[in-house]
């Protein structure tokens, strides 16, 4: 691969990416988030215990979008750098 500039493709290509990043991990942290949100009053928990489900949904959405959002980007540079 040229180590030159990028081409207009590579560009757009890599704008894609990122926005397919970013909505993927937003789809997951929202059903996560989401799961918690619905899990709470279903197990008929109140209160504190209530308050900590969600609490602990919204941490491991926002750990599981961060997850998905590197682990697409460095998946898209590795076969950037293989030339696909």
């Known amino acids: 691969m040229d180590m030159g500039r990028e081409s207009r ?11 397919f990043a ?3 991990a937003g789809v997951l942290a929202g059903a996560i988030l ?7 009053p279903a197990l008929g928990l109140s209160g504190a215990a209530e308050s900590r489900v969600r609490t602990v949904g919204a941490l ?3 750990v599981a979008g961060a997850w998905r959002l590197v682990r ?13």
């Open 9 to 19: 493709w590579e560009k757009d290509a890599m704008t894609v990416e990122i926005v």
């Open 22 to 24: 970013l909505v993927t």
């Open 34 to 40: 989401a799961a918690a949100w619905v899990l709470a």
């Open 60 to 62: 491991l959405g926002a």
């Open 72 to 84: 697409v980007l460095l998946r898209f540079d590795k076969q950037r750098r293989m030339g696909r």
